[in-house]
């Protein structure tokens, strides 16, 4: 069982490196779409399991509402607020595409060091998992970095929450359940939020590029 | 009794929707604030005479014990002077034009809110709703940055709340860590609760909690305004309306430096001694007073400088909390509250200037004593107050903070604090004190205070802090020092 | 098994099996767009019809042109044999060669087939190499690190060892490693074998044809034997990733002739397969302009590099297969 989480931990790490690959702005959400639906399995399996053995039912509900929030509710916000803005297509980017994603290997194996120096956390097997995890956050921390629109850094935003709600899981079977409902109903709040803020700064700037944000100075 | 303060805002908001004048809008936020401020001072007698405050319901989520109560006593005593500031500050946006029902409206539901989740922060012992709740600040905040909606606003709230929610994920990734560390130690149902974590300290998981520290420090650090993941703090404490400048600056920043507190408590029982986290702390605390140095000496805008002076007294906050001997956390408690007590003042100050004067550059702006004489002259014996000068109450910590520092022998860091003291007080001189001379070339405005209330509010938050500089009442001076036994964890 | 069986079953299998698997892709593909398609044994009429026909060679060109052929099948050939289709008949001793040797034969075929491209003179032969050099340049370090990954999972260079040692860990496609392998080598397929999305094997228009530009010249028995080269190498790698990852030679408890016929009609059964799995991603997707494909490739040497990552993160071996 803990192989099956192994697996599902480094495909989620892949989705994020597809991520980062990708210039469009649709794929950039289909992507996102993509892994929340795995993180969802892997809530759900982890689920079945804390069912079985302990009889909670909270990780399995945590997986239903994954799967409406992130699966269903949250892109179809995003591609409603696109819509009305012009840009499909990201063009100008700082580095080229292959360095960026042979940076985000570096974050790898960066994190790699960081956590294989710290004893206690791996008990053998979950030094993977929680390795994988990690690199999701720092992959979505660096995604935000690298992308010049808005709708960017929301992803990148919304990567990084992925990134430590697994961490959440594989490293502690799954907070308490109160803590996993205020981080979504957090999360759904600041990504409403974004939204209606990119909306307003095309609105006003007649653009998204984060870059023509820079008035405020010194 | 307790939970009133939680339901009060909630119940506000709920009326907030159903009222349709101006008038009623005002009466139900004065009221809010009014009683939430009355709540606080039984409960305050509360936790001097017993120690805590807690209430078995609901799972027993509710506790209070000296440290907070005395950062909650901040909160709710600033929201309501804030509240009363409001009042005409907005009335007189709306006669000019700028502002309409919805609109007043929409600030008050969001400044309930907001005080509602610092309230809430500063009530529960499970560091995990903790998180919850300083997340829920942010939010609430982010459309109050953005008030005025035009472009500068806009950026300034689009930095806010990226900013803040990246630091506030990087924070999960901490509590995540913390958890990790308090596995087999704690049982299921008081995991993530601070007093669990301080009774089990010993026997946590020392590289976990290692990792978890730096984490919070650097989550909860950019909520706090520390260096350096400060560069939100000045566009949004300066875009804000304000007298929710007031609020962020004077009593959100204390909120995340709560939340830092309580974390470095845990961690330093847990390792035994406080080199690990002091270090990190004093770091980060003197990187940020040195940024706010060299900013504060080039600033053209007031309510940036403002911002920055909140960036440098946060630092010292951080450098005091992480020396770590009772002396400097009594310091840096004191500190707090002063810091608070006296920017909230000064923002008030400056949303009076803002509305005479209609610039925030400081070039543009000549003889305020003239135009303004009240809140003109408290504005002036502000600056001199937050830089440093007694008998103000900030001169009282500050220096309280650099005893505590030489009397442990740190030479070094103890001459580099005065120095740096010093040059942000040369940078506040200069930057500020030729707007208060001569007199205004524009005829159009006639000199007189325009926000009578809010005048009164800032001449008593003047007195107090001139009083308190030269004594503080016993009852708060044994808060304190409870507080600073709790966080030694003795 | 002694060596000559060996290379008689190897070959005799390889070479027939080469261009059906063209057919079923073509097929696979044809059926998609509700045509009916060529049959699925066209390509090996094509081969007989091109053989008996004549040559025409330019005056121009120099030995290069009329050699390459012959080296481009004899390498393909050469790089089969080491590659079995079945490990239950390969010889006693290992294979002499390992994956680097096959890595290095089909670079020597590929220069031969880049310098004919640009022997004969004409634009297209030259464009269609240059592209070439770009592309294998791009994916040959992806090969290498994934190839190199399996081996030091498997304790060994020699394909056959990897394929042994492979089948005796269960099932391997769960495991993190091989699952990005798995990937990996799918991409390296894609970009080895020209075909969509790094390059359309459909077309002939100059602004999308790497592969056949370099094919453009030749007629009669030397096209048949460049396409059969093609054909044999893209069955090599298709090999190389069904009997790496998805293997199945163990599972058959007994030995005997039984034993090998019933091995290689699986083997027959996991390549059908994946030809319509590589007609299915030809399908979804669109050729990448050619400068795109260095995102392509970097992703697959990115996925090589992580099988690599997670095998040093699950304790270089020790706790390998549950």
Redesign the interface.
């Known amino acids: 069982m ?3 989480f ?2 599902l ?3 989620i ?2 989705t994020s ?2 991520l980062v ?1 990708n210039k469009r702005i649709k794929s950039y959400i289909k992507t996102f779409r993509i892994q929340s639906a795995f993180i969802a399995l892997a809530a759900g399996i982890m689920g079945i399991q804390s069912i079985t053995s302990e009889g909670r039912i909270d990780v399995l509900v945590v997986c239903f509402v994954i799967v409406v929030l992130k699966v269903i509710y949250i892109p179809k916000l995003l591609n409603r607020t696109y819509s009305g803005v012009e840009y499909k297509v990201e063009k100008d980017f700082i580095l ?3 360095i960026l ?2 940076i ?2 570096g974050l ?2 960066f994190t ?1 060091f960081c956590i294989a120096s ?4 791996s008990q ?2 979950n ?2 998992q929680i ?1 994988n995890s ?1 690199s999701v ?1 720092m992959i979505g ?1 660096f995604f ?1 970095i690298s992308r010049k629109k ?1 709708i960017g ?1 929301i992803i990148g ?1 919304l990567v ?2 992925n990134g ?1 709600f697994i ?2 899981m594989f ?2 079977d799954g ?2 359940f ?2 996993d409902m ?2 979504f ?2 999360m759904l ?2 990504v409403m ?2 939204g209606i ?1 990119v909306y ?2 095309s609105d ?2 007649d653009t998204i590029n ?1 870059d023509k ?4 100075k ?1 | 009794m307790g939970f009133l303060l939680l339901v009060i805002p909630l119940i506000s908001v709920l009326l907030f929707f159903l009222v349709k004048k101006r008038l009623f809008l005002h009466v139900i936020s004065l009221t809010a604030s009014g009683l939430m401020m009355m709540i606080a001072l039984p409960l305050t007698g509360d936790v001097i005479a017993k120690g805590t405050v807690e209430y078995a319901h609901y799972g027993g989520f509710f506790y209070l014990d000296s440290l907070s109560i005395i950062v909650l006593d901040i909160v709710l005593l600033i929201g309501f002077f804030a509240a009363i500031y409001s009042v005409q500050y907005l009335e007189v946006d709306v006669r000019r034009g700028k502002l309409d029902f919805g609109k007043v409206r929409l600030y008050y539901i969001l400044m309930q809110l907001f005080l509602f989740t610092m309230i809430l922060a500063l009530t529960v012992k499970n560091m995990g709703i903790m998180w919850i709740a300083i997340e829920a600040t942010t939010l609430a905040s982010v459309f109050l940055v953005g008030f005025h909606n035009d472009r500068y606003a806009l950026e300034a709230a689009w930095k806010y709340v990226i900013i803040c929610s990246v630091g506030i994920a990087v924070a999960m990734l901490g509590i995540i860590f913390l958890h990790l560390s308090s596995i087999g130690v704690l049982e299921s149902r008081e995991l993530l609760q601070w007093t669990a974590l301080m009774e089990n300290a010993g026997r946590l998981n020392d590289s976990t909690a290692r990792l978890a520290f730096i984490f919070i420090l650097v989550g909860f650090g950019t909520k706090a305004g520390l260096a350096p993941m400060h560069t939100w703090l000045p566009d949004a404490h300066s875009q804000a309306p304000a007298p929710i400048s007031a609020l962020l600056s004077g009593v959100l920043l204390n909120s995340a430096m709560y939340g830092i507190i309580r974390m470095a408590a845990v961690v330093n029982k847990s390792l035994g001694s406080s080199i690990y986290t002091g270090r990190l702390l004093m770091a980060m605390g003197m990187l940020s007073i040195v940024i706010a140095a060299v900013f504060i000496l080039t600033q053209k805008d007031y309510k940036r400088l403002l911002a920055y002076s909140s960036i440098e007294h946060m630092g010292i906050i951080a450098v005091a909390i992480g020396f770590f001997t009772p002396l400097s956390l009594f310091g840096g408690l004191l500190h707090m509250i002063n810091h608070s007590l006296t920017k909230s003042m000064l923002f008030l100050c400056s949303g009076s200037l803002l509305q005479k004067f209609e610039t925030k550059q400081i070039p543009r702006i000549k003889g305020v004593l003239k135009m303004l004489p009240f809140s003109g002259t408290a504005f002036l014996f502000g600056l001199f107050a937050i830089a440093g000068m007694p008998p103000f109450s900030v001169f009282a910590s500050e220096l309280g903070i650099l005893m505590s520092v030489f009397n442990e022998g740190s030479y070094i860091i103890g001459a580099v604090l005065a120095i740096l003291f010093v040059i942000v007080f040369a940078g506040i001189a200069t930057a500020m004190f030729r707007i208060f001379y001569g007199s205004n070339e524009n005829k159009d405005l006639e000199p007189g205070e325009e926000n009578i209330p809010g005048t009164l509010i800032i001449m008593t938050l003047l007195v107090i802090i001139g009083i308190t500089g030269l004594w503080m009442p016993d009852p708060i001076i044994e808060l304190i020092h409870q507080a600073q036994s709790i966080i030694s964890g003795v | 098994m002694s060596y000559i069986i060996y290379i008689i079953i190897q070959i005799l299998t390889i070479v027939l099996t080469a261009p059906l698997v063209n057919g079923i892709i073509k097929k696979a593909k044809a059926l998609s767009q509700k045509r009916t398609g060529p049959p699925v044994f066209q390509m090996y009429y094509d081969l007989y019809k091109l053989i008996r026909k004549g040559t025409v060679v330019s005056d121009v060109s120099s030995w290069i042109y009329k050699a390459a052929p012959y080296v481009v099948f004899s390498t393909a050939l050469a790089a089969a044999l080491l590659v079995p289709v079945s490990t239950l008949v390969t010889p006693a001793n290992s294979i002499p060669g390992d994956f680097i040797l096959m890595v290095s034969v089909f670079a020597l075929g590929r220069f031969f087939m880049m310098a004919a491209g640009l022997d004969t003179g004409s634009t297209f032969g030259g464009m269609g190499s240059s592209r070439e050099a770009m592309i294998s340049s791009l994916a040959e370090p992806s090969i290498l690190v994934c190839l190199f990954t399996a081996g030091l999972i498997s304790g060994s260079t020699s394909l056959d060892r990897m394929m042994t040692f492979m089948q005796g860990t269960g099932t391997p496609l769960t495991h993190p490693a091989t699952v990005l392998l798995f990937l990996a080598l799918l991409s390296i397929i894609m970009m080895e074998t020209a075909r969509i999305p790094v390059d359309d094997p459909a077309t002939h228009l100059e602004l999308t044809m790497v592969h056949e530009a370099m094919l453009l010249e030749y007629s009669g028995r030397h096209l048949a034997l460049m396409e059969y080269g093609a054909a044999i190498k893209q069955l090599v790698f298709m090999t190389l990733l069904v009997n790496l990852l998805v293997p199945h030679d163990q599972i058959i408890g007994f030995a005997g002739a039984g034993a090998v016929v019933l091995s290689l009609l699986i083997y027959l059964l996991k390549v059908i397969l994946l030809a319509v799995l590589i007609a299915l991603v030809e399908i979804n997707t669109v050729k990448f302009r050619l400068f795109s494909i260095p995102n392509l490739a970097a992703l697959s040497f990115i996925l090589s590099f992580l099988a690599f990552l997670q095998y040093f993160l699950m304790g270089g071996g020790h706790v390998w297969f549950v």
């Open positions: 803990s192989g099956l192994d697996t931990s480094v495909i790490l892949l490196f597809v690959a080229n595409i292959p994603v042979l985000c290997c790898v194996v790699h710290i004893d206690g956390i053998g097997y030094d993977l390795i990690v956050v921390l935000m808005a850094q935003f990084l929450e430590i961490t959440a490293a502690t907070m308490p109160i803590v205020g981080i109903i957090d709040t600041a939020i974004m803020m307003q700064i006003k700037f984060i944000l820079n008035k405020l010194g």
